[in-house]
T-cell receptor, first 111, second 115 residues
Framework: GQNIDQPTEMTATEGAIVQINCTYQ??????LFWYQQHAGEAPTFLSY????GLEEKGRFSSFLSRSKGYSYLLLKELQMKDSASYLC????????????FGTGTRLTVIP | DADVTQTPRNRITKTGKRIMLECSQT?????MYWYRQDPGLGLRLIYY???????NKGEISDGYSVSRQAQAKFSLSLESAIPNQTALYFC??????????????FGEGSRLTVL
């Protein structure tokens, strides 16, 4: 089975940096994804990690430690439009390589 | 136009009615999925299909059925809707041949309310 944990809610200030953590337990880890979802909209792909380390993509970075079952999403220079839910998902080889999602972290960016 | 299209976008129905949610994609992906999203529970997999002849149950398939009519079409049916099937439903596609990450591409969602 899979167990994925992330904080329910976070608040951060415009222009600041925020780190959203995700811990997971899974039988056959085969990659970790981060998605952004604005209220009432579809999730959109942000980042993918399968090896340990940091992946940077503009203002967003994602880190993975497979030995610790841990990832984080780092958002820099926060903008009001970054207010959204951020979903952590793991791909599980024993689950037909399907993605299993955490409950999401709702980020509110304040002025 | 969206690459992954769901219809209807919103539906209100009564307990016991049969409901079909349809999904079509223009991405040419082989894999298609149905997820439901509930507050506090996240996205949960209902059914998935790796090609037209391949249908598989996900985490929460009870009360649902699916049909993969063509590579581009994957529909979800609720044979006899009940109130706890009220949720936001997402169709998604993926294809490891086209994207080396195999990420999911989601439709815009279908909000279903069962009274």
């Amino acid at each position: 089975g899979q167990n994925i944990d992330q904080p329910t809610e976070m608040t951060a200030t415009e222009g600041a940096i925020v780190q959203i953590n995700c811990t997971y337990q899974t039988s056959g880890f085969n990659g970790l994804f981060w998605y952004q979802q604005h209220a009432g909209e579809a999730p959109t792909f942000l980042s993918y990690n399968v090896l340990d380390g940091l992946e940077e993509k503009g203002r967003f970075s994602s880190f993975l430690s497979r030995s610790k079952g841990y990832s984080y999403l780092l958002l820099k220079e926060l903008q009001m439009k970054d207010s959204a839910s951020y979903l952590c998902a793991v791909r599980d080889q024993t689950g037909a390589n399907n993605l299993f999602f955490g409950t999401g972290t709702r980020l509110t960016v304040i002025p | 136009d969206a690459d992954v299209t769901q219809t209807p976008r919103n539906r209100i129905t009564k307990t016991g009615k049969r409901i079909m949610l349809e999904c079509s994609q223009t991405k040419g992906h082989d894999r298609m999925y149905w997820y439901r999203q509930d507050p506090g529970l996240g996205l949960r997999l209902i059914y998935y299909s790796f090609d037209v002849k391949d249908i598989n149950k996900g985490e929460i398939s009870d009360g649902y059925s699916v049909s993969r009519q063509a590579q581009a079409k994957f529909s979800l049916s609720l044979e006899s809707a009940i109130p706890n099937q009220t949720a936001l439903y997402f169709c998604a596609t993926s294809d490891l041949r086209q994207t080396n990450t195999g990420e999911l591409f989601f439709g815009e969602g279908s909000r279903l309310t069962v009274l």
